[in-house]
């Protein structure tokens, strides 16, 4: 990765808040601002179990239904137009 697409990179986090930077001279150090980190960790915990919510409803609701038999397989292979 070169050093203007990580400075880009650098840039966006920056401008989101989720880091600063110093420079002194010709070095920039940058830290993580650990305040909008949680905020993003509590939002995807909640859509967490959202899904898994979710995903457990579908996976209850296909085991009550009757399993159907698998579809034939094609004794020759599709070709691509």
Known sequence: MSLPAVMQHLGVLEACSLIRSEKVG???????????????????AARRTQWEQRLDQLGDYLAEQPESPAAPESAEPRSRP
């Open 26 to 44: 010709r070095v920039r150090t940058c830290r993580m601002e650990p305040g909008p980190l949680h905020l993003a960790e509590d939002w995807i």
